[in-house]
């Protein structure tokens, strides 16, 4: 049984969801760069140790800046007098990462050219709300299974809103909060798997230094050194717990998600409205994004079973008495 090299393809595997699936450009730059190393399952291992925090730590300083830029822009550009800049910015710091850094990238030129160029902001969406839409609206606040989702929806139809509260959440806000929902879904899932990886990858070492040192012990110290290393393969196997069972429930968490996206998706698709047309453009995006991850969920849970099962089979190999030497 080579649990180590078992482990490292495992690794390797997380690593590789991380360079395409991640959201933060900084880390899927550094699981690419893991990657292709050619120090192998060396660099893996760093990544995981060190690299990925630093990854994250960079991550958020990008984000920091733009939102700062954003928030000056906000401030810097009355809604009165800059529409279409002063929403755009608000827009991005209620949005995505993705969304801040378009902002920051290219959103507020084009906003800013709209303005200069007097063009009308969002003519008449409000106008345009059904109580069709509002009722829809409210089954989301109620029942969608994204947070970020209910949220915003809550807002839209909170006591004392308006109709253009509706039609925002519909042309800009739902998209952004079922973004956000997927963001906070894969960081959560990434950096409670990175930090379990660095921790089981040094037990497993160890549990296997153990092993080899009760391999070559011999005589009455024998049974202690077995002993000792049955509980490191113990130790092992307790730490898979917690992301066995994460893992399951990412699981069922993604597939709820796309359960639900299909059903918006047939929504938008029949909906009479133009204000459903952002959310028709990428519900089926979305839902597919969920599909990847519940794939991706399941192959986890199954590496950290495996994990669990080799490291059963070494505990109970190493509490069964040994066969004397003859």
Not at 8 to 34: C, K, N, Q
Not at 86 to 106: M, P, S, V
Not at 132 to 153: I, S, T
Request: a negative charge; one cysteine or more; charged letters at 25%.
């Amino acid at each position: 049984m080579d649990t180590r090299s078992d482990q490292a393809e495992a690794d390797r595997a997380f690593v590789r969801w991380l360079s395409t699936d991640d959201y933060r450009p900084e880390v899927r730059s550094a699981a690419r760069a893991a990657l292709l190393s050619s120090a192998g399952d060396a660099a893996i291992a760093a990544f995981l140790a060190t690299g990925y925090d630093a990854a994250v730590a960079r991550a958020e300083r990008t984000r920091q800046r733009n939102v700062d830029f954003a928030n000056r822009m906000v401030l810097t550009h009355p809604a009165d007098r800059y529409p279409w800049v002063n929403a755009a910015g608000r827009w991005a710091l209620q949005g995505t990462d993705a969304e801040l850094a378009e902002f920051a990238k290219t959103g507020y030129a084009a906003a800013l050219e709209r303005d200069k160029k007097n063009i009308e902001f969002e003519a008449g969406e409000a106008a345009k709300v059904r109580q069709e839409d509002r009722d829809f609206v409210v089954r989301l606040r109620d029942g969608d299974p994204g947070a970020q989702v209910r949220a915003w929806a809550g807002r839209a139809v909170a006591e004392g809103s308006t109709d253009a509260d509706v039609a925002e959440f519909l042309t800009h806000g739902w998209v952004s909060a079922a973004g956000l929902d997927l963001q906070m879904h894969r960081k959560r899932c990434a950096d409670e798997d990175a930090r379990w990886r660095a921790t089981t990858n040094r037990l497993v070492i160890e549990a296997q230094a153990a092993e080899k040192a009760a391999r070559e012990t011999v005589g009455e110290a024998q049974e202690q050194a077995r002993a000792a290393a049955a509980r490191a393969w113990a130790t092992v196997g307790a730490q898979t717990g917690a992301p066995r069972l994460a893992w399951a429930q990412a699981q069922q968490v993604a597939q709820k998600q796309a359960d639900t996206w299909q059903q918006v998706s047939q929504a938008a698709g029949s909906a009479t409205s133009p204000n459903w047309q952002a959310i028709a453009d990428t519900a089926q995006g979305t839902r597919e994004q969920w599909l990847e991850e519940q794939k991706n969920a399941a192959a986890q849970a199954a590496s950290w079973t495996a994990l669990y099962e080799q490291a059963l089979a070494a505990e109970q190999a190493l509490n069964t008495p040994a066969t004397p030497t003859a």
